[in-house]
């Protein structure tokens, strides 16, 4: 059975970074990409981007590029979101999840939520 | 703001069948993009109901169906049940801004 086990939550300063581990287990970890989505308070789902967890070619969402960065351990079958320059807006619950076959997501992790405050 | 529409909530008594509607533009649903579905709990992490426009993963029960039309999708549950209560969105793909994932604005399913 597919398992994606997220890092613990997170607050942090203005203006510092966070970084966001997802542990895989129950599938061949460089099979299938691994996204990142957050959901801030009262908001929806915003998709941040996918990093092949192959390869290592990432592509993110326009509207974080620069600020994020997505890096993935194979022999860990772990990988990682790193945010930074975060502001308040920040402050959501961030999940990692297993691509499908398709343009979908068949496993999610159990979220980490950030805290962004001074 | 989310790029796919979605009633804020709707309702139904047990056993009764409702219907989730998901509305998006040309360049996601209406170019072709398959809608898929996700259903999620308060403090869990999402669980994908239906993908590829109707199909189930293992383990999620038949009562859950859906379809596509246009530049829209549907979600339907047949035989409301209480453990159902939930919030769903739908998820495509927007071949603008480069290619995104995007999502529904998401619907709060109340059983009565």
């Known amino acids: 059975q597919v398992h994606l086990v997220q890092s613990g939550a997170e607050v942090k300063r203005p203006g510092a970074s966070v970084k966001v581990s997802c542990q895989a287990s129950g599938y061949s970890f460089s099979t299938f990409a691994i996204h990142w989505v957050r959901q801030a308070p009262g908001h929806v789902f915003e998709w941040m981007g996918w990093v092949n967890t192959a390869n290592g070619f990432t592509k993110y969402a326009h509207q974080f590029q620069g600020r994020v960065t997505f890096t993935k351990d194979t022999s860990a079958n772990t990988a990682y979101m790193d945010l930074g320059s975060l502001t308040s807006e920040d402050g959501a619950v961030y999940y990692c999840a297993k691509a499908g076959r398709g343009y979908w997501f068949d496993a999610w992790g159990q979220g980490t939520l950030v805290t962004v405050s001074s | 703001q989310s790029v796919l529409t979605q009633p804020p909530s709707v309702s139904g008594a047990p056993g009764q069948r409702v219907t989730i509607a998901c509305t998006g533009t040309s360049s996601n649903i209406g170019a072709g993009y398959d809608v898929h579905w996700y259903q999620h709990l308060p403090g869990a992490a999402p669980k994908l109901l239906i993908s590829?426009?109707?199909n189930r993963p293992s383990g999620v029960p038949d009562r859950f169906s859906a379809s596509k039309s246009g530049a829209s999708g549907s979600l339907t549950i047949s035989g409301l049940q209480a453990e159902d209560e939930a919030d769903y969105y739908c998820q495509s793909y927007d071949s603008s801004l480069n290619g995104a994932y995007v999502f529904g604005s998401g619907t709060k399913v109340t059983v009565l």
């Open positions: 590829y426009n109707n």
